[in-house]
């Protein structure tokens, strides 16, 4: 079981989530709708938090969000099932990748993440660039496709 704390939630879960979703409609070019990008990020939370709280072995939990997530997004966001499950699986490496090199640079800076991941707010403080990081990467697959395209293909809805 990889509980969550309800800091850890409105910290780190919430953005994530949000950026997870908006990664989904960038990478599918998708107009975004605020309103369904606000309840799908939100619902998507809600289920992290929900299955880290099952008592199963670490690992299963990313394998079930990886069920989960496309089904939320083929629903709230209608994104095409096969778009769906290709940007999931690339989100998690991309999350996976930006979450392993954080650890590494901490494990470099010689600091204990066994004393850190007792801490809510002390995880969540040394695991924000992986978050930063994760977003930039977004950031930046939106900016080279907008230039290599040469018009901005993100539209925002009301």
């Known amino acids: 079981m990889i509980k969550l704390s ?3 939630f409105f910290c780190r879960g919430i953005p994530e989530a949000f950026v997870f979703v908006l990664a989904s409609l960038l990478f599918t070019k998708k107009i975004i709708d605020k309103k369904k ?8 939370a809600i289920i992290i938090y929900l299955v880290r709280l099952l008592p199963i072995h670490l690992g299963v939990h990313s394998i079930i969000l990886t069920i989960i997530y496309p089904i939320i997004s083929v629903f709230i966001n209608k994104i095409n099932i096969n778009q769906s499950i290709f940007c999931t699986l690339i989100e998690f490496a991309i999350l996976s990748i930006c979450e392993l090199t954080n650890l590494f640079a901490l494990s470099w800076l010689n600091v204990d993440i066994k004393i850190i991941s007792l801490n809510p707010v002390k995880k969540v403080l040394y695991f924000l660039p992986s978050l930063i990081l994760f977003s930039g990467i977004v950031a930046l697959f ?3 496709s907008c230039k290599k395209h040469r018009v901005a293909y993100l539209s925002v809805q009301k």
């Open 142 to 144: 939106y900016i080279t």
């Open 6 to 8: 309800i800091f850890e």
């Open 37 to 44: 990008l606000i309840i799908s990020s939100i619902l998507y």
